[in-house]
């Protein structure tokens, strides 16, 4: 069992910056790692993802070049790095975590392929 922690979100003007944090009870080195926000009234959506080994990631057409998702080797943490934000990019803030124990390149877009979800972090942009 993996818990997982978000942290870092908060309240910030239009083209502000924000970097979130995923914070596991465990390494997270052989695990693909996505984030994802739900906006009041709207369903939860892929923003992020990153493989559990070699660094490729994937993003969301509506996030691509103002996000930038990390992790520190040997660290247990996944970084959300969020410039350029927007008031559209006010959401509720999740990671979430699946082992990938036999292809640590693999990534996922999609919620049901993680078994491991946090509590979200509220980030707010202001117009």
């Known amino acids: 069992q993996v818990q997982l922690v978000e942290s870092g979100g908060g309240l910030v003007q239009a083209g502000g910056s924000l970097r979130l944090s995923c914070t596991a009870s465990?390494?997270?080195?052989?695990?693909?790692v996505g984030w994802f926000r739900q906006a009041p009234g709207k369903e939860r959506e892929f923003v992020a993802a990153i493989s559990g080994s070699n660094g490729y990631s994937d993003y969301a057409d509506s996030v691509k070049g103002r996000f930038t998702i990390s992790r520190e080797n040997g660290q247990n943490t996944v970084y959300l790095q969020m410039n350029s934000l927007k008031p559209e990019d006010t959401a509720v803030y999740y990671c979430a975590a699946v082992a990938v124990f036999y292809d640590t390149t693999a990534y996922y877009s999609a919620e049901g392929e993680y078994d491991y979800w946090g509590q979200g972090t509220q980030v707010t942009v202001s117009s």
């Open positions: 465990q390494r997270t080195l052989n695990y693909a």
